[in-house]
């Protein structure tokens, strides 16, 4: 047996009583379908962690409930060494593959893309509504962020979706921990996050902050519309600061 | 949050505009605006253009006639980089990136035709002229740079 079958059968038998760790194989395994659709070649470490990290943080925009993930304040933005732990077991379950691996002082860098094996598993698991609704999640908010990745003033210093750093640390949440510098310190996600939650609740009634004289049905936002707000305020943010920081 | 930022944002983003006037695919709009915004402030002199625009119509009569995709024909970008935009420059292209051939279309030479061939057509018709940008969505201009 492979260990991909093995996986899959793992996840088909368990699929009523899932736990923590698999929904999040299959949230990352959807993470990497998603970039393999928009013809990604690879994800980085960094990249799964920052998109992982706005599909979280953004699941009220859809009430969606994802695997619950513990992130924390790193200088290269939200880290969540679950992740990491998640991207290891699915390599070694052949869901994906490492494409390069460099070390670099004490930091290691390494890319990752799904297999063919991955593919065939998250059709498999994706025949269940539950997750295909958080699989279409996963690759709405990626088509954004696809979308935003190349916007110029991004920081040179990265390259592909890992740029998208930039944005995730105007996110509000991240960015109130941030400007208090408080490093290690857990992100608040759910109810506790009220910063994102009040965001993207202004967001979802915007129309009511219009004077009566505006149509207001005409503004009313749609899900791609509200996570492509959300997205342009990161952006304005981010050219702000970094106006002010020259 | 800066509620007046977000609410600037959501009431004059081009591409949502753009988006609630045509109905086309927002994110399918907005990659295209950014691509777009990004290839003009890298390589145009008067890239300093603001916020309000949506798309880029520019090339020589020559070329117009050839498939291509803005995005990535170099020869695009060079034609940018030499100023060699004028009135009598247009093309019409899909949100894709991908030029309609002009050929089929008959030249287009000042604003007036321009926005006819965008109601006649119910294409987003960017015509540039100089260093000002007309932008129409069915016919009705939307903004100028």
């Known amino acids: 047996m492979t260990n991909s079958v093995r996986y899959s059968n793992i996840r088909i038998s368990e699929i009523g009583v899932i736990n923590e760790s698999l929904k999040r194989s299959n949230e990352i395994l959807y993470l990497f379908s998603a970039a393999n659709g928009l013809n990604w070649i690879s994800l980085s470490k960094i990249g799964v962690q920052k998109c992982l990290y706005l599909v979280e943080i953004l699941s ?8 619950f993930l513990n992130f924390i304040y790193l200088h290269k933005g939200p880290y969540s060494k679950d992740i990491q732990n998640t991207l290891d077991y699915l390599v070694s379950l052949d869901a994906i593959e490492v494409v390069s691996f460099t070390i670099s002082g004490s930091s290691a860098y390494a890319d990752y893309r799904i297999t063919e094996s991955g593919i065939s598993l998250v059709k498999d698991l994706t025949l269940y509504p539950v997750e295909n609704e958080k699989l279409l999640w996963i690759q709405t ?11 110029y003033g991004l920081n040179e210093q990265y390259q592909g979706v ?19 510098k408080a490093k290690r310190e857990i992100i608040p996600f759910g109810a506790e996050n009220k910063l994102t939650k009040e965001l993207i ?24 519309t509200i996570l492509l707000s959300f997205f342009e305020y990161l952006y304005v943010e981010h050219l702000s600061e970094s106006q002010k920081n020259e | ?69 803005i995005f990535e024909e170099d020869i695009f970008v060079q034609k940018i ?8 420059n247009i093309l019409f292209i899909n949100s894709n990136g991908k030029l309609v051939n002009q050929g089929q279309q008959g030249l287009i030479s000042d604003y007036v035709q321009a926005a006819d061939f965008s109601r006649d057509k119910n294409l987003i018709v960017i015509f540039v002229e100089y260093t000002s940008v007309h932008i129409f969505v069915n016919g009705t201009p939307m903004v100028y740079i």
Request: glycine share 2%; no cysteine.
């Open chain 1, 141 to 151: 908010v990626m088509k954004v962020v696809d979308v935003y990745k190349g916007s």
């Open chain 2, 81 to 88: 980089k030499d100023g060699l935009l004028d009135k009598d």
């Open chain 1, 201 to 224: 609740n202004f967001l979802q009634t915007i129309e009511q902050e219009l004077p009566d004289n505006f149509d207001k049905t005409r503004y009313k936002l749609n899900l791609e």
């Open chain 1, 60 to 67: 009220p925009v859809k009430e969606i409930i994802l695997s």
């Open chain 2, 1 to 69: 949050m800066n509620k007046a930022e977000i609410l600037t944002i959501v009431m004059n983003s081009p591409v949502l505009e753009v988006a609630r006037e045509t109905g086309f695919d927002s994110i399918e709009l907005a990659k295209f605006f950014l691509k777009l915004e990004n290839l003009l402030k890298r390589h145009i002199p008067y890239a300093e253009i603001g916020d309000k625009f949506y798309f880029l119509l520019a090339l020589t009569v020559e070329e117009s006639d050839e498939e291509m995709n």
């Open chain 1, 162 to 180: 890992d740029k998208i750093i930039d944005l995730v640390y105007q996110e509000p949440t991240f960015k109130e921990i941030r400007l208090r």
